[in-house]
Nanobody
Framework: QVQLVESGGGSVQAGGSLRLSCTIS????????MGWFRQAPGKEREGVAA???????DFADSVAGRFTISLDNAKNILYLQMNNLKPEDTAMYYC????????????????WGQGTQVTVSS
């Protein structure tokens, strides 16, 4: 059974940075996508960034150039480095594991973490 645990959320001022971590256990598929998603109150869940088993990445237009995603295969930790944060980045952030073609389409993902809150003040 795949388990994911997010950490690293918090409150920052606009322009600040945060790094989210997602510790993954029980994952054995050789082909996969791992992604970060977010959901603000009253809004639908949206894909933020994803990385596949070949290291290819995909980003939402709203975060491209500000966020980076990386995977430490040795430690099974997925990271999301968030720079130049904006108030509109405020949301609950989730990590997930899905099929290799899923990228930022949250509908393909079945295994989710519990989320970590990111709050950006102006």
């Amino acid at each position: 059974q795949v388990q994911l645990v997010e950490s690293g959320g918090g409150s920052v001022q606009a322009g600040g940075s945060l790094r989210l971590s997602c510790t993954i256990s029980g994952h054995t598929d050789s082909r996969y996508c791992m992604g970060w998603f977010r959901q603000a109150p009253g809004k639908e869940r949206e894909g933020v960034a994803a990385i596949d088993d070949a290291g290819n990445t995909d980003f939402a237009d709203s975060v491209a150039g500000r966020f980076t995603i990386s995977l430490d295969n040795a430690k099974n930790i997925l990271y999301l480095q968030m720079n130049n944060l904006k108030p509109e980045d405020t949301a609950m952030y989730y990590c997930a594991v899905g099929p290799h073609f899923a990228y930022t389409d949250h509908r393909w993902y079945k295994n989710w973490g519990q989320g970590t809150q990111v709050t950006v003040s102006s």
